[in-house]
């Protein structure tokens, strides 16, 4: 699953809108399936794909949360794999896996 964490849920949507709107251009091209019935025509993709699922784009403590749900799903696991994806600018991203770590 693709992830971004910022402070707030706001910031993290503003950090990623470019970045995210070139990978799902480039994801739509190559793989139209790949969001399903995802609607990512609004203006927020990012609250979009966050509230489908598709990614986890929010704070650390959204980053909890959707651990706890896959949780729920699949049932304990011993790791958890993580699409890193240069939707912000590199600094960001750097910030971005530091709160996550945290």
């Known amino acids: ?3 971004y964490v910022a402070e707030t849920r706001e910031q993290a949507y503003a950090d990623v809108a470019h970045g995210l709107s070139q ?3 480039y994801f739509g091209r190559v793989a139209p ?3 399903g019935e995802t609607d990512l025509s609004g203006t927020n993709q ?3 794909m966050a509230k489908a699922g ?3 784009i929010g704070t ?3 980053a909890i ?3 706890e749900r896959l949780q729920k799903k699949q049932g304990d696991f011993g790791v958890i794999l993580h699409q890193a994806v240069n939707w912000a600018s590199f600094d960001k991203v750097k910030k971005s896996c530091e709160l996550y770590a945290r």
Request: aromatic share 14%.
């Open 1 to 3: 699953m693709p992830f």
């Open 23 to 25: 990978w799902i251009k």
């Open 33 to 35: 399936s790949r969001f």
């Open 46 to 48: 990012a609250e979009a």
């Open 54 to 56: 598709r990614a986890m």
């Open 60 to 62: 650390p403590d959204d």
């Open 65 to 67: 949360e959707a651990i």
